[in-house]
């Protein structure tokens, strides 16, 4: 079992950053690969980034060059560093963890990021 909380959504204004954070509890969360999420209004949840256990990253050819995606397996913690932000990165931004055994997923309740001036 695992919980996971994200944290560090906020409004900003096109080409301003943000660091978000998921804080992740209950298990071994350095077997567990994870990624985020984020949801426009009115579209479908997409993978922005993700991270493996061993640390390799993906990232959604939007977001190429402007975020990045970390953890720190001693704090339990996953990372999204967005640069450059534009208004279409305005989003509910969700953190999701995989267990590598059973291939359950686990969701955070998400957190809202808003890029507007």
């Known amino acids: 079992q695992v919980q996971l909380v994200e944290s560090g959504g906020g409004l900003v204004q096109p080409g301003g950053s943000l660091r978000l954070s998921c804080a992740a509890s209950?298990?071994?969360?350095?077997?567990?690969?994870v990624g985020w999420y984020r949801q426009p209004p009115g579209k479908q949840r997409e993978l922005v980034a993700a991270?493996?256990?061993?640390?390799?990253?993906n990232y959604a050819d939007s977001v190429k060059g402007r975020f990045t995606i970390s953890r720190d397996n001693a704090k339990s913690t996953v990372y999204l560093q967005m640069n450059s932000l534009k208004p279409e990165d305005t989003a509910v931004y969700y953190c999701?963890?995989?267990?590598?055994?059973?291939?359950?997923?686990?969701w955070g309740q998400g957190t809202q990021v808003t890029v507007s001036s």
């Open positions: 999701n963890a995989v267990n590598p055994l059973s291939k359950f997923e686990y």
């Open positions: 991270v493996t256990s061993g640390g390799i990253t």
């Open positions: 209950g298990s071994i969360f350095s077997f567990y690969g």
